[in-house]
């Protein structure tokens, strides 16, 4: 895995967050980013990829396919028409936020991959991990292009398998 394709993620931007939208453009680079991920994850059983609104969904969406399962969207609070779980958050600006599923859309034991595009604390994804979780499904792990190297990342880290193509460091 040369993974070539992490030149094209844009970090000259005006936040503290590189744009991964240069990337998802390239269709032989996402490609290879997908079945790098796929590789990583290799034969460890999972049921449905989660996706987290709105980047998550690119990347979760494409691995879900190519993973050959369902997707479940993770959707920011207040969007879905049905009944729903919400879990609020403080984000990597230190802003408050919501994710939400449908009440109705796991089964007890089922094994979900949690896709994000980038985590920055882990604080977006340890809410999808407690949607999930809340419904008795299984977080079989959880896949993303970059993982910050931080003490938040860390603990993430060592409560679930991780996979990601670029760390810090």
Known sequence: MT???????????SG??????????????????IDDLAELIGSTPIDLVACIDALGFVLGTALAQRLGVGILTIRKGGKLPV????????????????LEIRRD???????????????????????AIQL??????????????HIDDNNHTQTLCSDYRV???????
Not at 16 to 33: E, G, I, K, S, Y
Not at 116 to 123: K, L, N, Q, V
Not at 163 to 169: A, C, I
């Open 163 to 169: 996979w990601s193509v670029s760390t810090d460091g």
């Open 3 to 13: 993974r070539d394709y992490l030149r094209l993620i844009d970090s000259d931007t």
């Open 83 to 98: 009944q729903a779980n919400r879990v609020t958050f403080r984000d990597y600006s230190g802003s408050e936020k919501e």
């Open 105 to 127: 859309i796991l089964t007890t034991g089922q094994r979900v991959l949690i896709v994000d595009e980038w985590i920055e604390t882990g604080a977006q994804v340890q809410a």
């Open 132 to 145: 999930v979780e809340e419904q008795g499904a299984v977080v079989a792990g959880i896949a993303t292009i």
């Open 16 to 33: 503290n967050r590189c744009d991964v939208t240069p990337l998802f453009a390239r269709p032989q680079a996402f490609a290879a980013l």
